[in-house]
DNA sequence: TTTATATTTGACTGTTTAGTCTATAATGGA
DNA sequence: TCCATTATAGACTAAACAGTCAAATATAAA
């Protein structure tokens, strides 16, 4: 019994995202909130909780969900090369995307949050882990199906290196009006599995 | 005639970085630069200005001097690969001081205001022009030096990936507790130019 | 119809914010 | 000594801030 709810709270949550990301947490009012999300306040509050809540929830909500995606495809048999490739290909072109792009943007707010917000200094420090361990399996299968030359002594190295670049792509687009940078960063990234 | 300036206006700058670095644009209160610099209120608003003023000022004030050193190394004749080799030691180096990193991070709340700073973005797209001419000119003369193999064929792809490998590392230093971790990025980084 | 939940609206609170103003003291050259 | 400049201190303002509260309406199931 009881009247349903009537938006949708992982699209608003998604909104959030896009929110957080254009201001940055300190700089998104909460008159920015009410306007990007469409909901009204009393809703926000009893919904999300306070603004550090719905912060925290929508960073968790992006990150395990693209965590997530990453993982599924590292494990899935198969060329890794092809799969990692795939991986940067798709930041690249959701970063491209004028639309799709901006929700990544929560990142670079939660990365500026983490040397003060030691729940969400843990939460990514787990999820560096998943993915560390996820991207050096990937690696050392590529390297026993003889994708990946022997040279490469150091895949743990080589997985933490793929992480970041993938992060810093992210960054890399707020630096950058060329679209195409993006493309190149990312080539010359993948290039280092290549010899 | 008239007293002299008491304090440095630079190290106050520099100190102005770290708070800013630290906090955030606008993360950062007037009170938490009153407490990081030293000095009055309005010896703050006659020596630089408003926030907004001190904070473009110490942004530009960091990246002209960050990139006046680079672009000299570049310029130097010798090793290009040793040069760039020594550019990245360095930037791992500082963001492994505990002390001297936290300048650094002014970087990050420089990048999240230039969607909102048409003086910073045009300022930013200057600097990454500058860099990478020089990055650029610098691997081509690693290449007529035989330094370079020539399979690399798009040397401005190479340019634009080591400037932005630069930058991502001051974000990494966020991400990882783990000091070691950016040398073995930065380690990659440059194995890029190895093959 | 009753009851429980969802949503909106607008008023409200207490705090914090950036920035200004005034007064006072300190410093250095003329 | 006189004057210009620098610095500090504290009071002050007007706006913006996150968050709360109460009242009214809407929806759905019992």
Redesign the pocket.
Known sequence: ???????DTALVLHKAMEVFGHYGYEG????NLLDGLG?????L???YG???DLFTTAVKHYVNEKTGMVIAMLDTPGSVKETISHIFHEIVAVLQDEIRCKECFIMQSAIDQIPHDPVLAEFFKQDMQRLEKAFHNALIRAQEQGELSNRHDDLLSLARYLIHARYSLTQAAKLTTDPKVLADISNVTLSTLDY
């Open positions: 019994m009881g009247r349903n709810k009537e938006f998104t009012s909460l008159q909901i009204a306040r009393q809703s509050y009893d919904t306070t603004k550090r």
